[in-house]
C-alpha cells in the first residue's frame, strides 16, 4: 500500500499565476482533506471532498478551489498566486464513517516567487 | 486568540531525558485530541490519539487531557535521538470519522534530542 501520495513533490511558480496539486488517497479511504501549512505553522483546514463535492471548508479565499474524482483522488488549484501562498500543501485522506486515523502525504512544497 | 496555542520551542533535551509538551485550547466544543510528529521535510503522522479527558499510554508516550482546564500534554520518556521532529497537537469537535473530521492543529514545538 502506497500510502498517500501527493505531486509534484516541489513546484516553483511566479505570483499571478496558477497552480494544480495533486493527491490519490491511502487505499479504501473515500474523502479528501487539504490544509496548508506555512514554514513554522502548523497546518491549516482549506476545504474537504466527500463523494466528488466539497463538504467542509476552512477560512480561504475563492482562488482556491478542488476537485475529487471518481477514483477518489483529488485536485487543488490555487488561482492568481500571492507570496503568501508559498508553502508546504499537504492532503489526508480518510474513510468515512470507519473507526480509523486521518493520513497524511508527504506534501507539496510550492514557492511563490 | 488562536484556538489552539502551543509553544513552538525549540526545546533541545539530552537522550534520555523526559520531554513535556503542551497545548492548550480555547474552543470547548473540541472533544477529540491528537497529536503528530513531523520529521523535517514529510508530511505528519499520527502519535496518540485521546477522547476526552484522561490519560493514555503508549510505549514511551502518554497522552493527557485535561478538559476543565482546556490543556492537553504529550509526555515522552527516555527520549532519543530519533524522537528529534516537530512535534504537532490537533483537535476536533467530532470524532469517530474515519480520519474525515476537521483539524485544528497548534503551531508544533520543535523537539532536538541531543546524544
Known amino acids: 500500500d502506497a500510502g498517500v501520495t501527493q505531486s509534484p513533490t516541489h513546484l516553483i511558480k511566479t505570483r499571478g499565476q496558477q497552480v494544480t496539486l495533486r493527491c490519490s488517497p491511502k487505499s479504501g479511504h473515500d474523502t479528501v482533506s487539504w490544509y496548508q501549512q506555512a514554514l513554522g505553522q502548523g497546518p491549516q483546514f482549506i476545504f474537504q471532498?466527500?463523494?466528488?463535492?466539497?463538504?467542509q471548508r476552512g477560512n480561504f479565499p475563492d482562488r482556491f478551489s478542488g476537485h475529487q474524482f471518481p477514483n477518489y483522488s483529488s485536485e487543488l488549484n490555487v488561482n492568481a498566486l500571492l507570496l503568501g501562498d508559498s508553502a508546504l500543501y499537504l492532503c489526508?485522506?480518510?474513510?468515512?464513517?470507519?473507526?480509523?486515523?486521518?493520513?497524511f502525504g508527504q506534501g507539496t512544497r510550492l514557492t511563490v516567487v | 486568540q488562536k484556538e489552539v496555542e502551543q509553544d513552538p520551542g525549540p526545546l533541545s533535551v539530552p537522550e534520555g531525558a523526559i520531554v513535556s509538551l503542551n497545548c492548550t485550547y480555547s474552543?470547548?466544543?473540541?472533544?477529540?485530541f491528537m497529536w503528530y510528529r513531523q520529521y523535517s521535510r514529510k508530511g505528519p503522522e499520527l502519535l496518540m490519539y485521546?477522547?476526552?479527558?484522561g490519560n493514555k499510554e503508549d510505549g514511551r508516550f502518554t497522552a493527557q487531557v485535561d478538559k476543565s482546564s482546556k490543556y492537553i500534554s504529550l509526555f515522552i520518556r527516555d527520549s532519543q535521538p530519533s524522537d528529534s521532529a516537530t512535534y504537532l497537537c490537533a483537535m476536533s469537535p467530532v470524532g469517530g470519522q474515519g480520519g474525515s473530521e476537521k483539524l485544528v492543529f497548534g503551531k508544533g514545538t520543535k523537539l532536538t534530542v541531543n546524544p
Open positions: 489526508a485522506s480518510g474513510a468515512d464513517h470507519e473507526n480509523t486515523e486521518a493520513f
Open positions: 471532498y466527500y463523494e466528488e463535492e466539497e463538504r
Open positions: 485521546t477522547y476526552s479527558s
Open positions: 474552543n470547548s466544543a473540541f472533544q477529540y
